[in-house]
């Protein structure tokens, strides 16, 4: 089974401030990588999938990069609205197989 | 547009069968061109796929569950369910069904289409295995 290991745990920023999550594969899973961010009470929102792409209506702030094992999330400038736990998910290529980090914490500093 | 909405009892005594059904409104589960899928969420922790299927009926589930696990389509009513056996206190979850997008990958020289992401999540429902 292939492990996502998210880092760090918990991020504390500030509005405005620029927001780097890491998400690395104990194997490569080549550029199957999504992002999703959720909030409280709330189920999980799509960001970003095939490491790079956005997902419908997200906002250009948000930006996904990496491939084989290390991804990166990049949120440019934080607005109030971004704060939540982050997660990032992997496709095995096959069969096909999904698993999740055990997710980041983004909060206000 | 499109919505999913998870049902089914909230709660289910240990060892019995735990049963949800998602149904999709907005669109046709029988589009061709997505997988859906189930994942859960045990209280204050984080996301576990349990499996997926498309219009067809073709299935993948995750290995550590598939013993346990059936998750089967009705194009009819526009819904798919989930069942999963043999349940214990470690079943206790948000359980959510999704829509997958499609990626197109080469098997054996066939072009096959494969669930990539989660993009459309129903609300999720608290399932709680307690006698």
């Known amino acids: 089974e292939i492990v996502l290991t998210q880092s760090p745990a918990t991020l504390s920023l500030s509005p405005g401030e620029r927001a780097t999550l890491s998400c690395r594969a104990s194997?490569?899973?080549?550029?199957?990588l999504a992002w999703y961010q959720q909030k409280p009470g709330q189920a999980p929102r799509l960001l970003i999938y095939?490491?790079?792409n956005r997902a419908t209506g997200i906002p250009a702030r948000f930006s996904g990069s990496g491939s084989g094992t290390d991804f990166t999330l990049t949120i440019s400038s934080l607005e109030p609205e971004d704060f939540a736990v982050y997660y990032c998910q992997q496709r095995s290529n096959w069969p096909p197989v999904y698993t999740f980090g055990q997710g980041t914490k983004l909060e206000i500093k | 547009q499109l919505q999913l909405q998870e049902s089914g009892p909230g709660l289910v005594k240990p060892s019995e069968t735990l049963s949800l059904t998602c149904t999709v409104s907005?669109?046709?589960?029988?589009?061709?061109?997505?997988?859906w899928g189930w994942i859960r969420q045990p209280p204050g922790k984080g996301l576990e796929w349990i499996g997926s299927i498309y219009y067809s009926g073709s299935t993948y589930y995750n290995p550590s569950l598939k013993s346990r696990v059936t998750i089967s389509v009705d194009t009819s009513k526009n819904q798919f369910s989930l069942k999963l056996s043999s349940v214990t206190a470690a079943d206790t979850a948000v359980y959510y069904c999704?829509?997958?997008?499609?990626?197109?990958?080469?098997?054996?020289?066939?072009?096959?289409?494969?669930?990539?992401?989660?993009?459309?999540w129903g609300q999720g429902t608290m399932v709680t295995v307690s006698s």
């Open positions: 999704a829509r997958h997008i499609l990626s197109l990958i080469t098997i054996f020289g066939v072009v096959t289409p494969i669930p990539d992401a989660f993009d459309i």
């Open positions: 095939d490491a790079s």
């Open positions: 907005g669109g046709s589960i029988s589009s061709s061109s997505y997988y």
């Open positions: 194997q490569s899973v080549s550029s199957y």
